[in-house]
């Protein structure tokens, strides 16, 4: 194949193609015929563009940026730390309704910042301590990540991430703290306060975290997050989302795709999970709760879940 004259497995800039003897035409033969694929401007990889597999599913959009990053940094050609919503990818963080058109770079210099097609190129402070290492790349920190996301982003997308970092111990809140301290006087450093003081990393999922907000704004009480509960033989029955305790207690469970996808047992189906959960719900009414579950179309609409779990609320010390 072509590709063997080429040094290294990719991504390959153009001139690097046509040393190996390809031309324009040439890539674009490649290209229908599924031996390229190109991750961003002027920069190519081995191997067709993803197609949907047996299972409907398609290769993730997280794993495509991580291609477009490699291949910005090789064209770029300067030293450039991965950050922002291209860090908060590169650390396996969950990330809620962030672009990832663009790849996030990081230069440690007081100007030279622009944003290009593919490329939003941000330039400021970088310590020894905002950088570490991630399949080879150089990536700012949990905390600096979720803080300069915080710094920049809406509030929500911004307590997605943090939540995620301090779910997955990729960071903890003193370490937040650290980072925030670090960024003062920069634009949007009041903001990414807020969001230090709100994240919490109980929340399992970004639905979890989105709902816990639209909570807080919507001024329902506060729940317990992740609480245990027991059935009737004392043995633990369940660990549920959301409960605000009450002679009648209310449990909110959260039904997102991470309950009956990536997180499922070994050998379990899909299908097995959501019968599972019905009896769990069962189980759950039998001892006198009151559940109320919601999906991602209700935190995109919330006035009928609000009006749900205000109804339960009220009833929960009657």
Known sequence: MFLDAVPGAGPFRRADLHAAGLADSGIAAALRAGQLRRVCRGMYVPGPRPTASG????EREPARH?????GVLARLGVPAVVSHA?????????????PLDLVHLTRDRPS??????DLHLHVGPLSATDVTYVGGLAVTTPARTAIDIAREQPFAQAIVVADAALRAEHTDRAALTEALRAAAGRTGVGRAARVVEFADGRSASPGESRSRLLFHRSGLPEPVLQREIAGRDGERLATVDFWWGGTRPVVGEFDGEIKYGRLLRPGQTPRQAVVEEKIREDLLRELGLEVVRWTWRDLDEP???LARLRRRLARRNS
């Not at 991580?66 to 490699?70: D, I, M, N």
């Not at 291209?86 to 962030?98: K, N, P």
Request: hydrophobic share 50%.
């Open 303 to 305: 006035q009928h879940l």
């Open 86 to 98: 291209s860090a908060a990818i590169a650390h396996g963080l969950d990330v809620w309704d962030l």
């Open 55 to 58: 299972g409907g599913h398609v």
């Open 66 to 70: 991580l291609l477009a990053v490699r």
């Open 112 to 117: 030279g910042a622009r944003r290009g097609r």
